[in-house]
């Protein structure tokens, strides 16, 4: 049975480093939306501007926040309100550990479930924003949605895992996967 909870950690880690390249990504993507908004104001004080990018900014926001969610799951950097999980032992907090891990996992799968109407909608009416840039919404829409589809993965692996490490007895383990970081403190 330790073999299982070899597997599960081995799934952890690597599930922290593939959200950390993903972060990556999103972090030049949004380095280049800083750097075109930039380059917009500096073009306003010449009278001249490229126009839309307010547009474009929020929707590389909202693409951003999609796929930094998991990132955010598996560097533990996720608020949780922790009075009572602090008061018991390691048993107790790997229960409201697995609790909290569970019901996100199953409510980032409804989010992403109902995303996908939304989508489709504009996929088959090939749906235009009703602005000046007449953005195709499905071009947005699509790596937004499928931000949602990876954080619910990466929820319901980490929970598996975690839940793998639970059964172990593997509780410092389990805390490291889905416990919560203290102030001051660095995810492991």
């Known amino acids: 049975m330790t073999g299982a909870a070899d597997r599960a950690e081995a799934l952890l880690g690597a599930l922290r480093r593939i959200n950390r390249a993903v972060a990556v990504l999103v972090g030049a993507g949004l380095m280049a939306c800083a750097a075109l908004v930039l380059s917009d104001i500096a073009l ?17 926001m909202a693409i951003a926040t999609a796929w930094g969610m998991g ?14 999980r602090t008061r018991g032992g390691a048993g107790v907090r790997a229960m409201f550990d697995l609790f909290a891990a569970l019901v996100l996992a199953g409510t980032v799968s409804l989010v992403a479930i109902k995303a996908w109407p939304v989508v489709a909608r504009s996929l088959a009416n090939s749906s235009r924003a009703n602005t000046p840039l007449e953005t195709p919404l499905a071009l ?20 598996a ?22 102030e001051g403190e660095a995810p492991q």
């Open 140 to 159: 947005v829409q699509l790596p937004w949605f499928a931000g949602w589809i990876w954080f619910a993965l990466m929820a319901w692996l980490t929970f």
């Open 44 to 60: 306003r004080r010449v009278h001249a501007s490229f126009g839309g990018t307010d547009e474009i900014s929020g929707y590389v």
């Open 71 to 84: 990132y955010a799951l598996t560097e533990l950097g996720h608020v949780r309100i922790d009075i009572l």
């Open 161 to 182: 895992a975690a839940l793998v490490l639970v059964l172990q007895g593997r509780f410092d383990a389990a805390d490291r996967a889905i416990g919560v970081v203290g």
